[in-house]
């Protein structure tokens, strides 16, 4: 619907595919209700995608979606003008929602370097550059009269630095942030400059996720609201300890306000290429990442917080 109106309706949404496949006796029963039931049907509908995949493919047969995104010309432009891209964030998010939780391999449709307001992508009357020239100047707008959530990608100075007046300031990052004294800051990793300006619904797109996880998959959830990631594994046996590398990304984790909850392990955080090392056991498993100053509204992973070991709560 939101591809079809160029809108994103929180209100009302139809689960397509199983419309598609006739798995309703009834047109009506495909309706869902609610954002939170939306979401939870896109996510269902991509999930089921990767099953029939695999059943009519075989189960080796990797899985990976080379075009998906959402049009940014929503609601007869109005972002363009008023700097509001909360539909199309929302819209991202949800698309985001859906893939991460069924750990799906995609690339966001699409980048195109000549898009403009006036003429989209400059083809089949679409708009679905995540980037686009005309949108730099909004971004740097809005920058000025925002503080920054987190420490400038092109700053990275701040974060590992380990001068006594930074070690003893308040705001000092947590205990597991690898503090590395002999970088060289003319390596590439610490003086490439990250130019933010022109993408449109950054907030969506970037996302943390498992780079490499030292067991299988089982679930992932990031809650954008509330600045929330939930990653549940199994991780292989036969080795008393084991490394998943989590991306986790500072616009959205401020290093002086992390707070880690896990089922086992201790942490390492690489502020420099924002890869958060967790060395975990065998077994189910499960990390959960958020702010301290905000509120947790997702439910809890653990029936029993209190069972958990005290080194496995950082915060």
């Known amino acids: 619907m939101t591809l079809m109106y160029k809108t994103w309706n929180k209100r009302i949404g139809i689960d397509t595919y199983g419309l598609v496949n006739k798995k309703y006796s009834n047109p009506a029963f495909a309706v869902v209700l609610g954002e939170n039931n939306i979401r939870k049907c896109i996510r269902k509908q991509l999930a089921e995608m990767k099953k029939d995949a695999k059943s009519m493919l075989g189960e080796r ?7 998906i995104g959402i049009p940014f010309d929503m609601d007869d432009k109005k972002a363009y003008t008023t700097n509001d891209y909360s539909s199309q964030i929302g819209a991202l998010d949800a698309l985001g929602f859906a893939l991460e939780g069924s750990n799906l391999s995609y690339t966001l449709w699409c980048y195109c370097s000549t898009n403009s307001h006036e003429w989209g992508d400059n083809w089949n009357n679409e708009d679905f550059s995540i980037w686009s020239p005309d949108d730099k100047l909004l971004y740097r707008e809005n920058r000025s009269k925002t503080p ?3 420490p400038s990608p092109t700053s990275t100075t701040d974060s590992i630095s380990t001068s006594k007046s930074k070690l003893n300031s308040s705001s000092q990052p947590p205990s597991f942030i690898k503090l590395e004294s002999n970088l060289d800051l003319d390596s590439p990793s610490c003086s490439l400059e990250t ?5 449109r619904a950054l907030d969506a797109i970037m996302r943390p996720f498992p780079i490499k996880i030292h067991g299988t998959f089982e679930f992932a959830e990031f809650n954008l609201h509330n600045r929330t990631y939930i990653l549940k594994i199994v ?6 300890t084991a490394t998943t590398h989590i991306f986790l990304p500072r616009h959205h984790f401020a290093l002086n306000r992390l707070s880690i909850r896990s089922s086992s392990g201790q942490y390492t955080y690489n502020a420099d290429y924002q890869v958060l090392e967790w060395f975990h056991e065998p077994g189910h498993q499960y990390i959960e990442i958020c702010l301290k100053s905000k509120s947790r509204s997702s439910t809890p992973v653990s029936d029993d917080s209190n069972d958990l070991p005290a080194d496995c709560i950082i915060s």
């Open 61 to 67: 047969v990797p899985v990976f979606f080379t075009e």
């Open 148 to 150: 920054t959530r987190a």
């Open 195 to 199: 130019d933010l300006s022109g993408y």
């Open 235 to 240: 991780g292989k046996t036969g080795m008393t």
